[in-house]
T-cell receptor, first 112, second 113 residues
Framework: GQQLNQSPQSMFIQEGEDVSMNCTSSSIFNTWLWYKQDPGEGPVLLIALYKAGELTSNGRLTAQFGITRKDSFLNISASIPSDVGIYFCALPEETSGSRLTFGEGTQLTVNP | DAGITQSPRHKVTETGTPVTLRCHQTENHRYMYWYRQDPGHGLRLIHY???????DKGEVSDGYSVSRSKTEDFLLTLESATSSQTSVYFC????????????FGSGTRLTVV
């Protein structure tokens, strides 16, 4: 399967700060997905990207589909304590569109 | 999440014993998946199903088997549990496959001692 690298692995920030994380893949893809996992729960889809260069927002979250189609970025503006959790990027498998491969995740901690 | 239930939520078992985890959905979705989550590895696919009695292996299928005799239930069995299978297990469902994303259950925390 494809290699999917997500960074950073963890972030410790103060409330009100902006956050940026990214994922890179070894292959070109047509879809990038971003999930958030709250403590003790399953991941929930935040944003879906389907076009190179696409910039999509969901409240304070903004995600971009890289022009090269091999990377994606997620930005969180003016962080608040409830932003705490693990953020994952995900890609559909090359050979089977029904399966997703997930990045290793970015653990976000927000200090009040 | 509404529409997908995992049971049990927590389980402690001994090495060498068989264990079955259950995923139940009320959404009538075609696709169901089992993932495990471990620190530093994110979510890794164990097995998935694309219909009743239709299953396939994922990235980390060794030591696991699955069954899907009804649309709503997808069972994950650890034939002989090992300490390396201590993990959090997530079930997910999808109506159309991956491109629109999955809906995940709340997870089962399994500890093998």
């Amino acid at each position: 399967g494809q290699q999917l690298n997500q960074s950073p692995q963890s972030m410790f920030i103060q409330e009100g700060e902006d956050v940026s994380m990214n994922c890179t893949s070894s292959s070109i893809f047509n879809t990038w997905l971003w999930y958030k996992q709250d403590p003790g729960e399953g991941p929930v889809l935040l944003i879906a990207l389907y076009k190179a260069g696409e910039l999509t927002s969901n409240g304070r979250l903004t995600a971009q589909f890289g022009i090269t189609r091999k990377d994606s970025f997620l930005n969180i503006s003016a962080s608040i304590p409830s932003d705490v959790g693990i953020y994952f990027c995900a890609l559909p498998e090359e050979t089977s569109g029904s399966r997703l491969t997930f990045g290793e995740g970015t653990q976000l901690t927000v200090n009040p | 999440d509404a529409g997908i239930t995992q049971s049990p939520r927590h389980k402690v078992t001994e090495t060498g014993t068989p264990v079955t985890l259950r995923c139940h959905q009320t959404e009538n979705h075609r696709y169901m998946y089992w993932y495990r989550q471990d620190p530093g590895h994110g979510l890794r696919l164990i097995h998935y199903s694309y219909g009743v009695k239709d299953t396939d292996k994922g990235e980390v299928s060794d030591g696991y088997s699955v069954s899907r005799s009804k649309t709503e239930d997808f069972l994950l069995t650890l034939e002989s549990a090992t300490s390396s299978q201590t993990s959090v297990y997530f079930c997910a469902i999808s109506e159309t496959g991956s491109s629109l994303g999955y809906t995940f259950g709340s997870g089962t925390r399994l500890t093998v001692v």
